[in-house]
């Protein structure tokens, strides 16, 4: 086995072991950023199909590169205004709308041909210093806001990124704070299905602190050089 083949497989290993203790599914989605198409080509030969990329033109060049094969795009870093079009012509997830005034220009730019774009809530559970992610109190009036933009787009639930603390125990009171917003969220947008939090170093603790969705990319594809 190739060392990415004995890394993914690790992976979902941990991943199903930590959904079934909650009795759940959590889906894997792989953070490619910074890696080649060649390493995503690998992982999609061994069944995976879901990856997420933080800039868009570093996504558009591999789409470019991978279009023989059918993948699922999540755009998963901050959204400039002025990259609204590209990302709804060429995402299959945003999982990053954090603003009010995204959500005209992403829904105008949508094809209708592709379906709508389905899209996360990104929220600041806990991070003062951080500029990405709405407050807890404005998820909300993003979320009508989301939903009145349907066919174009489809609300499908909230992302977050906790501060990253050496200690567990605020990681988890921020992805149980999250939990909260999820199905408060939820008792007004009964369809909402996705709660996506945790990344290579503490995706077990989010599983079961509920998310569906865990976003790893170093653990899987080895360290970064860069950001
Ligand atoms: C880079 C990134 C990840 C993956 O982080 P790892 O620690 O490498 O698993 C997940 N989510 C977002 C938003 C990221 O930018």
Redesign the pocket.
């Known amino acids: 086995m190739s060392s990415s083949e004995t890394a993914f497989t690790e992976i979902c290993a941990r991943i199903e072991h930590a959904a079934t203790q909650q009795k759940r599914g959590a889906k894997l989605l792989a ?1 490619s ?1 910074t890696k080649p198409a060649a390493a995503v080509r690998l992982l999609a030969a061994l069944g995976q199909r879901r990856f ?1 990329e ?1 800039y868009v033109q570093e996504a558009l060049a591999k789409q470019r590169e991978l279009a023989d094969l059918t993948l699922e795009w999540h755009l ?2 901050p959204l400039q205004s002025n990259k609204c079009r590209e990302a709804a012509e060429h995402f299959d997830w945003l ?2 709308l954090d603003r009010l005034k995204l959500v005209a220009p992403l829904a105008r730019w949508r094809p209708p041909t592709r379906g709508p774009l389905q899209v996360l809530i990104q929220v600041n559970v806990d991070d003062e210093a951080s500029k990405s992610g709405c407050r807890p109190d404005e998820i909300a009036g993003l979320a009508a806001a989301v939903a009145a933009a349907a066919p174009a787009l489809q609300l499908r639930g909230l ?1 977050a ?1 906790p501060a990253p603390h050496e200690d567990p125990a605020p990681r988890r009171a921020a992805f149980a704070r999250m939990r909260e917003l999820f199905e408060a969220l939820r008792r007004d947008h009964p369809d909402v299905d996705t709660l996506s939090m945790g ?3 503490d995706f077990e603790l989010a599983i079961a602190e509920g998310a569906t969705m865990v ?6 594809f080895g360290a ?1 050089t860069t ?1």
């Open positions: 953070v950023k997420g933080n998963i870093g999982q990053s992302m990124i990344m290579s170093e976003r790893i990319g170093s653990a899987l970064r950001t």
